[in-house]
């Protein structure tokens, strides 16, 4: 009789003592893996929110270093500092009277939904737009439902960011820059 050896990796909450890894049984594993639920009741997490019971206070070193962070009732609440600015969209339609038109220097990102780096600059350029509110105008362009005005400028990569002054472009950032290299940018051009 051949015996089958599996190892299996099980998650675990942090304040669990950490169990031995070593190739077991499949019969095995799974008694092992079913007593341990039963002998111990995991917090249920749902979003920003921790639901515990009087059975997942008791976890001991775990619970009390959590108890810093959690809101009232045991909850963990949300910690954001600040409310995101939303930088408005630009389409082909106005284009010319929101850019080309400003008495302004304006920034606009070239992105798109599905573009991964795009998404991380976006915080940078709302931080941006609200650091530099009274100074600049700020848009944002999606290069899937304009890919004309993407073409005209050349946008052959995104995130791309374009500054204008009095119409003409002055500069060109291309990818996910850090927020120093954009700033440093703008200020170029105030």
Same mark, same amino acid.
């Given at each position: 009789m051949a015996? $089958?050896?599996e190892s299996i990796a099980v =998650? %675990? #909450?942090?304040?669990? +003592?950490? =169990?031995?890894?070593?190739?077991?049984? #499949?019969? +095995?594993?799974?008694?092992?893996?079913?007593?341990?639920?039963r002998s111990?009741?995991?917090?249920?997490?749902?979003?920003?929110r921790m639901k515990l019971?009087?059975?997942? %206070? +008791?976890?001991?070193?775990?619970?009390r270093n959590q108890s810093s962070?959690?809101?009232?009732?045991? %909850?963990?609440?949300?910690?954001?500092?600040? $409310?995101?600015?939303?930088?408005?969209? $630009?389409?082909?339609?106005?284009?010319k009277s929101n850019v080309l038109e +400003?008495?302004?220097?304006?920034? $606009?990102?070239?992105? #798109?939904?599905w573009c991964g780096p795009c998404?991380?600059? *976006?915080? !940078? !350029?709302?931080? *941006?737009?609200?650091?530099?509110?009274?100074? !600049?105008?700020v848009y944002k362009i999606n290069t899937d439902e304009c890919p004309s005005v993407a073409s005209d400028y050349g946008i052959r990569s995104i995130p791309t960011v374009l500054i204008f002054r009095n119409g003409e472009k002055k500069d060109t950032i291309i990818g996910a820059v850090p927020k120093t290299t954009l700033a440093a940018s703008i200020e170029k051009f105030l």
């Open positions: 015996t $089958v050896l =998650p %675990r #909450a942090s304040g669990f +003592s950490r =169990p031995a890894v070593s190739p077991v049984t #499949a019969s +095995s594993c799974l008694s092992s893996v079913s007593a341990r639920r111990r009741a995991v917090p249920e997490f749902k979003g920003l019971t009087p059975e997942t %206070r +008791s976890f001991g070193s775990a619970s962070r959690q809101g009232r009732n045991g %909850r963990i609440v949300c910690e954001a500092q600040d $409310v995101a600015v939303d930088v408005p969209s $630009v389409t082909a339609e106005t284009w +400003s008495e302004s220097p304006v920034v $606009v990102e070239f992105w #798109a939904p998404r991380m600059l *976006l915080p !940078i !350029i709302d931080e *941006l737009a609200k650091q530099y509110a009274e100074k !600049i105008r």
